[in-house]
Protein backbone atom coordinates (compact mmCIF):
# COMPACT_ATOMS: atom_id res chain seq x y z
CA UNK A 1 0.00 0.00 0.00
CA UNK A 2 2.69 2.47 0.97
CA UNK A 3 4.48 1.91 -2.21
CA UNK A 4 1.41 2.40 -4.36
CA UNK A 5 0.85 5.56 -2.33
CA UNK A 6 4.82 6.41 -3.06
CA UNK A 7 4.45 5.87 -6.74
CA UNK A 8 1.00 7.65 -7.01
CA UNK A 9 3.72 10.64 -5.38
CA UNK A 10 5.63 10.33 -8.14
CA UNK A 11 3.69 10.28 -10.82
CA UNK A 12 1.53 13.60 -9.56
CA UNK A 13 5.63 15.01 -9.48
CA UNK A 14 6.12 14.28 -12.93
CA UNK A 15 2.85 15.66 -14.12
CA UNK A 16 3.30 18.91 -12.11
CA UNK A 17 6.15 19.27 -13.83
CA UNK A 18 5.06 19.05 -16.93
CA UNK A 19 2.04 21.21 -16.02
CA UNK A 20 4.66 24.17 -14.33
CA UNK A 21 6.88 23.52 -17.89
CA UNK A 22 3.38 24.62 -20.04
CA UNK A 23 2.48 27.40 -17.83
CA UNK A 24 5.80 28.82 -18.09
CA UNK A 25 5.52 28.92 -21.86
CA UNK A 26 2.37 30.02 -21.68
CA UNK A 27 3.16 32.91 -19.55
CA UNK A 28 6.34 33.80 -21.90
CA UNK A 29 4.19 33.71 -24.70
CA UNK A 30 1.37 36.34 -23.19
CA UNK A 31 4.30 38.44 -22.22
CA UNK A 32 5.52 38.58 -26.18
CA UNK A 33 2.18 39.40 -27.23
CA UNK A 34 1.84 42.28 -24.28
CA UNK A 35 -0.95 40.50 -22.72
CA UNK A 36 -1.39 40.57 -19.19
CA UNK A 37 0.05 38.00 -17.55
CA UNK A 38 -1.44 38.42 -13.83
CA UNK A 39 -3.78 36.25 -13.60
CA UNK A 40 -1.67 33.46 -15.64
CA UNK A 41 1.06 33.88 -12.63
CA UNK A 42 -1.44 33.40 -10.21
CA UNK A 43 -2.09 29.93 -11.67
CA UNK A 44 1.32 29.34 -11.53
CA UNK A 45 1.88 30.41 -7.80
CA UNK A 46 -0.88 27.90 -7.06
CA UNK A 47 0.91 25.57 -9.45
CA UNK A 48 4.24 25.92 -7.44
CA UNK A 49 2.19 25.33 -3.99
CA UNK A 50 0.82 21.93 -5.21
CA UNK A 51 3.94 21.02 -6.48
CA UNK A 52 5.59 21.47 -3.53
CA UNK A 53 2.53 19.54 -1.49
CA UNK A 54 3.82 16.95 -3.89
CA UNK A 55 6.93 16.65 -3.28
CA UNK A 56 6.46 17.25 0.45
CA UNK A 57 4.26 13.80 0.64
CA UNK A 58 6.68 12.14 -1.37
CA UNK A 59 9.66 12.81 1.31
CA UNK A 60 6.92 11.73 3.90
CA UNK A 61 6.23 8.43 1.99
CA UNK A 62 9.75 7.98 1.92
CA UNK A 63 10.38 8.70 5.50
CA UNK A 64 7.32 5.93 6.45
CA UNK A 65 9.57 3.45 4.04
CA UNK A 66 12.60 3.90 6.17
CA UNK A 67 10.83 3.13 9.34
Same mark, same amino acid.
Given at each position: ???? =????????????????? +?????????? +??? =????????????? +????????????????????
Amino acid at each position: MVLR =HLAEAERHIVQGETHLA +RQFALIAELE +RRG =HDTRCAQAVLTTM +RKAQALYQQDRERILRELQE
